[in-house]
């Protein structure tokens, strides 16, 4: 999609998600990397994908790759399990997993207060056969509970999110209203109000969700917005989402949130990955 078409995208807050995107470089290189290519934000998913406690010297050294670059950290998800691989998420699971979530959140919540992120995203987690749905929706709501507490500790929002029924069928939040639902009991629930909806555009529409009627019901709901086309979850522009159009109804919705580039790069280098956006567009305002 030439950048002319997103002549807009300057009143909007881009970051880019250095779990998907420059992935062919270490870790502690996409920082930078996402600098070069103009951007002053980054998100992460969980970083350190088996270890829900790494080591501090690891801590400090992302932490001092993200300043060095130059970029502010504006999300941060809990731990979420082998993430990109099987799982999607650990707080709904009995066990060692669930265990494994609690001794996450005070590490992912002072590593994110150290670099000034205020958004914390906690994946659900699939189903589990041989346990009730009941029971996993009891323990992930505690567990969320634990999560919106520390959260509003750094003073941050805690952010729920809805996947996609077609690449997550062990997944429940695979709807908007199912997410907001959560989103809403985890308020009731704490009295902090700092739970949020993740709205995924890609993921709503991979549901065959009404993207219009989502922002209009949801926009005042949502803490933070990501984006990628679909179909192939490539850059805006390799698909059919009018992606430039629901973001102006974002906005106009009174969404003024960050905007996350949460897509593949395809067959090239992450840094050829952003030719729909101008150059001018991709440094925060």
Known sequence: MPGSEWGTATEQRFNVNLSILFTELPLL????????????????????????????????ALKKAIEDAGV?????????????????????????????????????????????????NALYGNRVEGVEAAAQDALALENLVLAARAADRIGAILLIETLNQPESPLYPLVSAPAGVAVVERVNEATGLGNARFLMDLYHLSMNGEDLPSVIQRYAAKTGHVQIADNPGRGAPGTGTLPLEDLLGRLRKAGYEGWVGLEYKPGDRPSAAAFDWLPAEARAAR
Request: net charge negative; with cysteine; glycine share 10%.
């Open 29 to 60: 290189e996409r920082p930078a990397a996402a600098a070069a290519a103009g951007f002053t934000a980054v998100e992460l998913w969980w970083p350190w994908v088996g270890s829900p406690t790494p080591e501090r010297s690891e801590l400090d």
């Open 72 to 120: 502010q950290l504006t999300g941060l998800n809990f731990y979420a399990g082998q993430l990109p691989g099987p799982d999607r998420g650990a707080l709904s699971i009995p066990g060692t997993e669930s265990e494994r979530f609690r001794a996450n959140i005070d590490v992912a919540a002072d590593f994110a207060r150290s670099l000034g992120c205020k958004a914390l």
